[in-house]
């Protein structure tokens, strides 16, 4: 079974970066697209990028767009998440998603790791 850990994680200053990794382990990954998804207190959890494993072809929230850039590593089976200019809306707990090959929606999450920006 895949299990995924995030790491990265931290509390910045507004305009500050963080770069964020999702590691995918206990077998080989089999997936379809991998993703981070966040969600802030009080609010529901929301997309914030994605990426098909195949391809690379990759999709950003239009809040995101232009400060934040999803990566991934196929031999480390990793994604990343480059967060630049971070802004106080940002300040969220950002999960790690995996969409399994068979599986509709992502079907694997990690724990999430707390970023927080400071304005």
């Known amino acids: 079974q895949v299990q995924l850990q995030e790491s990265g994680g931290g509390l910045v200053q507004a305009g500050d970066s963080l770069r964020l990794s999702c590691a995918a382990s206990?077998?080989?990954?089999?997936?379809?697209?991998m993703a981070w998804f966040r969600q802030a207190p009080g609010k529901e959890r929301e997309l914030v990028a994605s990426?098909?494993?195949?391809?690379?072809?990759?999709y950003y929230a239009d809040a995101v767009k232009g400060r934040f850039t999803i990566s991934r590593d196929i031999r480390k089976n990793t994604i990343y998440l480059q967060m630049n200019t971070l802004q106080s809306e940002d300040t969220a707990l950002y999960y790690c998603?995996?969409?399994?090959?068979?599986?509709?929606?992502?079907?694997?999450w990690g724990q999430g790791t707390q970023v927080t920006v400071s304005s």
């Open positions: 206990g077998r080989t990954f089999l997936g379809v697209a």
């Open positions: 990426i098909r494993w195949a391809n690379g072809d990759k």
């Open positions: 998603a995996a969409q399994s090959v068979g599986a509709h929606a992502y079907n694997r």
